[in-house]
């Protein structure tokens, strides 16, 4: 009977030591394509905006004027973000916790 219970024990730590490393396995192949998806967008992002900054900056005669138009833009941005700031972070929170309880 000893046998069998340490037979049983043996077994179920390695289906969990399986079940840990798929799990972590999957969860590191997808941190790793969220980084790299992410590094990805910034570049575009960023470069987009230089260009769009340049591009204004060619249509009004001057290309600091088109990179301070771009400037202004993400500081009403950074605003208002500043000014959401607890809305923001309730509804973040309150996702999280709905994803981890489902």
Known sequence: MVDIVKEFATKKIDLLKMEMTEKSSITVGTLT???LGTVAALFFIILFNIGLGLLLGSWLGN????ILMM???YLLILLLIF???NS???KIA???IKFINS
């Open 33 to 35: 394509y969220l980084l």
């Open 94 to 96: 309150d996702t999280i």
């Open 83 to 85: 000014a959401l700031r």
């Open 71 to 73: 400037a202004g833009f």
């Open 63 to 66: 290309y600091g004027y088109g």
């Open 88 to 90: 923001i972070k309730y």
